[in-house]
């Protein structure tokens, strides 16, 4: 393996069949642990709401959590879903962040809304609040920069902190707004396959320079099954498609995703299910270091990322921090 690309991890802090928040937050710790050892850039967490398997709602306070039980790898948001928030607010939480722990914190930002409509309702958030985006990007930034857009308001914490934003995206819109802001961007490659390239391309051929960021930077996502053998990536990987079906389609069913055993996932799998998992699940490095390795690399010339965001899927805490430390070692 030849990768020239930094790494860093995104973790979906999940939470397990039969698992407790507490529980999904002590993984996330041992897995940042983990990263910081073995020279991992960073670990980002996502905002996402009213879903039972995934813990990083309240993701500033799940960024200070871990910061306090780490001490040198960067941390922070992949992404905050901005139109759920004012950008005072923002400001206000990463700048508290950026102070406990500075010269560490990163602020991605995202425009979905990450839930569903009667979320949208419970957060209090006005469906068109995306709309408003770019310019709540700019307002963000400038109370981050000391230069508050609101005339007599400052962020306190955050006035002059500096913290850098990058754009995430799916699409073409965060490609171009990232390129015409001159901020880094990330592409959920992860779990959303289809505009990779153009929006990479996008991105590039729309990039300005900023105060910020001097020349484009890609940071690519993709999922990762490490193990020891093939046979133990491919249970894990199939564990993950069985999660991602189940979380797919257990609304419609009327259930909870917990209460779909893995009899029933593969019943979903198999009667039409596995070809909408499987194309979300398109970028996917699974097997041994070498086999990885292999496939990363290839995902690197393909996307020509500066950096790749990997999703360590496996289900479980310990197979998950073995992931890690097996891609670090195909290094």
């Known amino acids: 393996m030849n990768m020239r690309a930094r790494l860093s991890i995104l973790d979906l802090a999940p939470i397990a069949r039969g698992q407790t928040p507490s529980e999904s937050f002590a993984a996330s710790v041992a897995l940042a642990q983990r990263a910081e050892e073995l020279g991992y850039l960073r670990v980002w967490y996502a905002e996402h709401h009213n879903m039972p398997s995934i813990a990083s709602s309240a993701t500033s306070v799940l960024i200070a959590h871990i910061g306090a039980q780490t001490s040198s790898i960067r941390l922070g948001s992949g992404g905050v879903m901005l139109p759920n928030h004012s950008p005072l607010t923002i400001a206000e939480q990463f700048g508290t962040l950026e102070a406990m722990y500075p ?27 995306a709309e408003a985006f770019p310019r709540d990007v700019l307002e963000l930034q400038a109370y981050l920069a000391g230069n508050s857009r609101v005339p007599g308001v400052d962020a306190v914490p955050g006035k002059g902190s500096m913290v850098p934003l990058y754009i995430l995206g799916s699409s073409l819109f965060g490609a171009q707004l990232a390129g015409a802001y001159g901020l880094p961007y990330a592409f959920a490659a992860h779990f959303a396959p289809d505009e990779l390239d153009a929006a990479i391309a996008a991105y590039r051929s729309e990039f300005k320079p900023s105060a910020q960021l001097a020349e484009p930077y890609v940071i690519a996502g993709v999922n990762v099954s490490a193990a020891d053998s093939a046979e133990a990536a491919a249970a894990q990987f199939q564990q993950v498609r069985r999660a991602r079906a189940a979380s797919l389609f257990a609304r419609r069913l009327g259930v909870s995703p917990a209460e779909i055993t893995d009899e029933a996932a593969d019943e979903l799998l198999a009667s039409g299910a596995a070809g909408h998992v499987d194309h979300m699940l398109t970028y996917s490095a699974v097997g041994t270091p070498r086999e990885v390795g292999d496939y990363l690399d290839g995902f690197l010339r393909k996307t020509g990322a500066d950096e790749l965001i990997v999703v360590h899927q496996a289900p479980g805490i310990e197979d998950r921090l073995r992931s890690v430390t097996l891609l670090a070692e195909a290094m």
């Open 103 to 129: 010269g560490r914190i990163d602020l991605g930002l995202g425009r979905a809304p990450g839930s569903d409509q009667k979320t949208t309702y419970a957060l209090r958030r006005d469906p068109r609040a």
